[in-house]
Nanobody, 115 residues
């Protein structure tokens, strides 16, 4: 079993920055891919970025503003710059044995960007 704990969410004004962290516990050595997803009220969940030994992915809507990084075996961060009101959402960390199978999810951290 793998546990994921997110932190770093909050409220900022447009143009501001936040750094989200995801720390894995338990059998984290099973994880091959870690990603960030977000869901805004009334909208479907969407993938923001993911990272694995084989490469990474960044959603076009955040490219150039968000950066996903893996700092050690069990910590992944999402650096978010130039935040926009449309980035407001609950952000979830997810992990899995591949980037096609995110079997583990965190509880989420709220990001609110005001104009």
């Amino acid at each position: 079993e793998v546990q994921l704990v997110e932190s770093g969410g909050g409220s900022v004004q447009a143009g501001g920055s936040l750094r989200l962290s995801c720390v894995a516990g338990g059998r984290w050595y099973l994880i091959q891919c870690v990603g960030w997803f977000r869901q805004a009220p009334g909208k479907e969940r969407e993938g923001v970025a993911h990272i694995s030994a084989g490469g990474g992915y960044i959603n076009a809507s955040v490219k150039g503003r968000f950066t996903i990084s893996r700092h050690n075996a069990n910590t992944v961060t999402l650096e978010m710059n130039s935040l926009k009101p449309e980035d407001t959402a609950m952000y979830f960390c997810a992990a899995g044995s591949s980037c096609e199978n995110f079997g583990y999810w965190g509880q989420g951290t709220q990001v609110t960007v005001s104009s």
